[in-house]
């Protein structure tokens, strides 16, 4: 059941360019374990500026986080045109402090804000913490001829070896996809840690509003190389989920799809984001591909007396 706020949300979702892991679609397929509402700032009965927040129980604890798969929501704020700077971190206090207000009272809060937020002193003064995280974007794939040039002698090399040995198909369904997901993570000793019914909704939802699209690389034995799963709308595009066999590692099929991926949006959006790693690896990789490290902001606030005890012994633990 919508609440007025989320009624209004959806209408002001529809006019401004709302980044895709904030779109009520979005949060419809990926808060099955919670719910999901949103703060909203109005001015003249028109909405301005909103704060969607995922909200579940764990426990005797009520919690505002991060639904799964989902790598950042925070704040969207629009702006006066022509706002003189200083005029708008004072417009941003205002706006972010109705928004901060609205917000229910939970135990424990923890937001990664979108790398469009770069203001969060407002969530400092009223009690957050924040925790500077970093994904890599490519700013510009329209020209995606010029992407390919900004990648490394290493990732053209790999993409030039595929070529000889595998072929795309853009047809993989959404089940035959989680299963090669299952199947490469269980040839590393790894378990999936998302169920179908979350990856179905996804792409269902996705499909509805012309926002998902699965690559996979094959070789003439038909056996899956790698897998592409992409979500994306007119602000970004994601590289949401990959699959690598670790059998077929060394044939450059991923760095293929990742391409390809880049030019199945490029007409659509802007960017293309990897969605981050702090793991040094991966890290690697995505900055091969001639994405800009960005950081973006972990917004936190623990209220609870036990929960802030916990985090206190984790981390003398860690």
């Given at each position: 059941?919508?609440?007025?706020?989320?009624?209004?949300?959806?209408?002001?979702?529809?006019?401004?360019?709302?980044?895709?892991?904030?779109?009520?679609?979005?949060?419809?397929?990926?808060?099955?374990?919670?719910?999901?509402?949103?703060?909203?700032?109005?001015?003249?009965?028109?909405?301005?500026?909103?704060?969607?927040?995922?909200?579940?129980?764990?426990?005797?604890?009520?919690?505002?986080?991060?639904?799964?798969?989902?790598?950042?929501?925070?704040?969207?704020?629009?702006?006066?045109?022509?706002?003189?700077?200083?005029?708008?971190?004072?417009?941003?206090?205002?706006?972010?402090?109705?928004?901060?207000?609205?917000?229910?009272?939970?135990?424990?809060?923890?937001?990664?804000?979108?790398?469009?937020?770069?203001?969060?002193?407002?969530?400092?003064?009223?009690?957050?913490?924040?925790?500077?995280?970093?994904?890599?974007?490519?700013?510009?794939?329209?020209?995606?001829?010029?992407?390919?040039?900004?990648?490394?002698?290493?990732?053209?090399?790999?993409?030039?070896?595929?070529?000889?040995?595998?072929?795309?198909?853009?047809?993989?369904?959404?089940?035959?996809?989680?299963?090669?997901?299952?199947?490469?993570?269980?040839?590393?000793?790894?378990?999936?840690?998302?169920?179908?019914?979350?990856?179905?909704?996804?792409?269902?939802?996705?499909?509805?509003?012309?926002?998902?699209?699965?690559?996979s690389a094959h070789d003439n034995d038909n056996n899956i190389h790698a897998a592409l799963l992409l979500v994306?709308?007119?602000?970004?595009?994601?590289?949401?989920?990959?699959?690598?066999?670790?059998?077929?590692?060394?044939?450059?099929?991923?760095?293929?799809?990742?391409?390809?991926?880049?030019?199945?949006?490029?007409?659509?959006?802007?960017?293309?984001?990897?969605?981050?790693?702090?793991?040094?690896?991966?890290?690697?990789?995505?900055?091969?591909?001639?994405?800009?490290?960005?950081?973006?902001?972990?917004?936190?606030?623990?209220?609870?007396?036990?929960?802030?005890?916990?985090?206190?012994?984790?981390?003398?633990?860690?």
């Amino acid at each position: 059941m919508k609440s007025l706020n989320k009624d209004k949300y959806f209408e002001f979702a529809a006019r401004e360019p709302i980044p895709i892991f904030s779109q009520p679609w979005w949060l419809d397929a990926v808060c099955i374990d919670g719910q999901w509402d949103v703060a909203i700032f109005e001015k003249n009965n028109t909405v301005i500026a909103s704060l969607p927040y995922y909200m579940k129980n764990k426990g005797p604890f009520k919690l505002i986080t991060m639904p799964p798969l989902t790598q950042t929501m925070g704040p969207f704020i629009t702006y006066p045109e022509g706002q003189k700077y200083a005029k708008k971190l004072a417009y941003e206090k205002e706006v972010m402090n109705v928004l901060i207000d609205q917000l229910p009272k939970v135990d424990y809060f923890c937001q990664n804000f979108h790398p469009s937020i770069t203001n969060w002193l407002p969530f400092y003064w009223r009690g957050f913490s924040q925790t500077t995280r970093y994904t890599y974007i490519i700013d510009n794939i329209n020209d995606h001829e010029q992407v390919y040039q900004n990648f490394t002698y290493a990732k053209k090399k790999n993409i030039k070896k595929s070529e000889n040995m595998i072929h795309l198909r853009f047809d993989l369904d959404v089940n035959s996809f989680y299963e090669n997901h299952k199947l490469t993570l269980g040839k590393q000793g790894q378990k999936i840690e998302y169920q179908f019914n979350l990856l179905n909704r996804i792409y269902e939802n996705g499909q509805q509003n012309n926002g998902v699209k699965i690559i996979s690389a094959h070789d003439n034995d038909n056996n899956i190389h790698a897998a592409l799963l992409l979500v994306g709308n007119n602000t970004s595009a994601y590289d949401l989920i990959s699959t690598i066999d670790p059998t077929f590692r060394n044939s450059g099929a991923a760095s293929k799809l990742v391409l390809e991926g880049i030019k199945l949006f490029s007409k659509d959006t802007q960017k293309f984001d990897f969605e981050g790693s702090m793991i040094e690896n991966v890290e690697n990789s995505f900055r091969q591909f001639g994405a800009i490290q960005t950081p973006y902001f972990q917004i936190k606030k623990v209220n609870s007396k036990l929960l802030q005890l916990r985090e206190c012994f984790n981390a003398l633990k860690k």
